[in-house]
């Protein structure tokens, strides 16, 4: 399956650098670079033709982000939600950071926040269970959860996720060519940035 993943446009607390986890946040005003950026992110959809799914999350602001593409028959997939950050939603980024310092960054398999970030692992690895044996799957989504899954990909652990930086609006392609859950083994193959 070759899964396209597209972060969701930018939105008034992106902007300022607040956390929104699963605060239902919509997009702001498409800027001039957004609508190029959409534009460049387009012709590399339309070399791909179809999708056998054209997916979101269940969060407003990828429904908008599809909609700012042109797709209007899109399913709601909760798979594909961002991550909850509890309490730390609503705050600036850098507090989640100070306050996690080295988990953060170094073993955030282990950090606790609305949710345990391996319930957001298993998110990802189910949405990828779940899809593996389509052609192609088109989805809007999260920073955490597209960082998890290249992490994922990359590494074999969600555990370097944030040295990842994924922009709003930043399209990513994956390759899955094999995966199963248990003793068998999984395989992502190529992507792009």
């Keep these: 399956m070759e899964l396209i993943l597209i972060r969701h446009l930018p939105t008034p607390?992106?902007?300022?650098?607040?956390?929104?986890?699963?605060?239902?946040?919509?997009?702001?005003?498409l800027s001039e670079s957004d609508k190029e950026d959409i534009l460049r992110n387009k012709k590399q959809l339309k070399e791909r033709e179809t999708f056998s799914h054209v997916l979101v999350s269940s969060l407003k602001r990828t429904h908008q982000t599809a909609e700012a593409y042109g797709y209007t028959n899109f399913k709601v997939e909760p798979l594909l939600d961002e991550l909850d950050f509890g309490d730390f939603e609503g705050k600036a980024k850098r507090e989640l950071i100070e306050t996690y310092k080295k988990e953060w960054f170094h073993t955030p398999s282990k950090v606790v926040l609305g949710e345990k970030l391996t319930d957001l692992e298993n998110r990802m690895l189910?949405?990828?269970?779940?899809?593996?044996?389509?052609?192609?799957?088109?989805a809007f989504g999260h920073g955490s959860w597209m960082r998890t899954c290249l992490s994922y990909e990359r590494y074999g652990t969600i555990d370097r996720m944030n040295d990842i930086d994924i922009r709003n609006n930043q399209l990513?392609?994956?390759?899955?060519?094999?995966f199963s859950f248990g003793e068998e083994e999984y395989n992502?193959?190529?992507?792009h940035l």
């Design 13 to 29: 607390w992106n902007t300022k650098g607040i956390l929104q986890g699963r605060r239902d946040i919509p997009i702001q005003d």
């Design 126 to 138: 189910a949405f990828i269970n779940k899809y593996k044996n389509v052609d192609s799957v088109l």
């Design 172 to 178: 990513l392609i994956i390759d899955v060519t094999q």
């Design 188 to 191: 992502f193959g190529r992507h």
